[in-house]
């Protein structure tokens, strides 16, 4: 069913065909930032939330949180967080709003202490992996009314810490599961590259593996010795990539070397633009600092890379930049402990201005090894979660149908976007809502903010209140 065969109603109502009575049952899929939020909305107002999370609360935070963050303490806490964690502890101190952020900041100074509000901790249930999430009655293909598919229930299937399998019924589900444990494939054209999936499964449960292969910027402060003489890929153009190799060239010093291999075409100025009326410093300086890194470390090919045992003394081998370049190949040594790579680069051709007798350059290979790799590709929708549900996406981006539009509409940076139409939460399945990260999909640049607001629009629609707004409303 598309958007636009969805009944149009403007505004959220007491009468609107998805408000229930008290007390409703709602389940929070993801123990994230998002998810947190919501529960806490949720139970603020009165309703009965459940808040599955597959490991422990906030564990996409975890892996990073050596690492700054762009946004200041203003825009990753709600004033409805502020007052649960207050009223829980009222000597907790707060970072100023302007103050710029690590992860683990964040968890200390915030997303912990909201976990252990009574809100949210009365909901909370860690170790507890949602399988799917379905309609109780009707499965996707069933050709029903929309208002007697709006009015069922769904069933929650779930898998405890021992591996079986529970079901519970719940008139809405909010889906804050994000996409950070969904890793974009490594090869050519988002296809994986030969080795991957094996390295993937591996990785879970072998110490060496996992700490040789990464999937955020490692923390190169902790332990830099551990990083002199290693020699390291960095695979992305994902901010995760420049701060992984910016923080290498800070950090590391003397010894080892870096190769950057970016999936795509990098112009004359480096590979991430620049606003010059950006309000977050510290996304400039980082920004700044790798297209710095790039124009002066840039190789033209993979023939010319030099590796590290021919390094010599040519200083500008010790980093390398190559553009257009994905794995065709990865491959474990466990007797080297090191990575084989097999690296792939392509060419862009303008099409239209070549002559009839162009030739199309040949994609160039090498195979190389590596001490470490660092893949920053970006994250992806994992759909399995709703398959059995319809949940409109754009076959491009994979953001929400209902937020395109208006992500497209916005020219600007995504910190100015603002949510001004309930309707762009909404879903053809009535009362279930996307939040957060997996609604903007591959768009780049979300922010908690932009989730925050959300929430709110989301509980608009449950409660029937078209001027719903606790962080307004509320003294604090």
Known sequence: MSQ?????????????????????????????????????????????????????????????????????????HSRLGRLAIT?????????????????????????????????????????????????????????????????????????????????????????????????????????PAEGETPLRIARSHDPERRDALHFVAPDF?????????????????????????????????DGGQLVWAVPQSIGSDGLYPISASDRLPARTRLLNAANELIRKHRRQSLTELVPM?????????????????????????????????????WFDVNWDTVPDDFEEPDDVAVMWEFDHVVVALGHRVDEGLTRELIVPRCPQTEAMDSLLKPLLAHRGD?????FTDPCWTRTPEGRFFVLGAKSFGRHPNYFHRLGLQQIRDAFRWIVGRANLDLEQTLQI
């Open 414 to 418: 995504r910190l100015d976007f603002e």
């Open 221 to 253: 402060a902790a332990n830099p010795s551990r990083w002199k003489d290693s020699r390291i890929l960095v695979l992305g153009d994902s901010p995760q990539a420049a701060q992984a190799a910016t923080q290498w060239t800070r950090l590391v010093g």
């Open 309 to 345: 045992e021919r390094m010599g003394c040519d200083s500008n081998a010790k980093i390398q930049v190559v553009a257009n370049t994905n794995l065709s190949t990865i491959l474990w040594d466990g007797q080297q402990k090191c990575f084989k790579v097999g690296l792939l680069q």
């Open 87 to 191: 009223t829980q502890n009222p000597k907790h101190v707060f970072p100023e709003l302007q103050c710029e952020q690590t992860g683990e900041q964040w968890l200390r100074n915030y997303l912990l202490p909201l976990a252990e509000t009574d809100l949210v901790a009365k909901s909370l249930r860690t170790q507890h992996r949602v399988l799917s999430v379905s309609r109780c009655h009707y499965s996707k293909q069933q050709a029903v009314p929309i208002e007697s598919r709006w009015q069922d229930g769904f069933v929650v299937v779930w898998q405890d810490a021992d591996g079986s399998e529970h079901r519970d019924t719940f008139d809405f589900v909010l889906d804050a599961s994000g996409t950070f444990h969904q890793q974009q494939p490594w090869g050519v054209g988002g296809s």
């Open 4 to 76: 636009e065969q969805i009944p149009n109603w403007d505004r959220p109502a007491a009468d609107h065909p998805i408000a229930l009575e008290f007390p409703a049952t709602i389940a929070v899929i993801g123990g994230g930032p998002i998810g947190m939020e919501a529960t806490l909305y949720g139970r603020f107002l009165g309703y009965e939330v459940t808040l599955f999370e597959q490991g422990e609360v906030a564990d996409n935070v975890r892996q990073w949180q050596h690492a700054p963050m762009w946004t200041p303490f203003q825009y990753l």
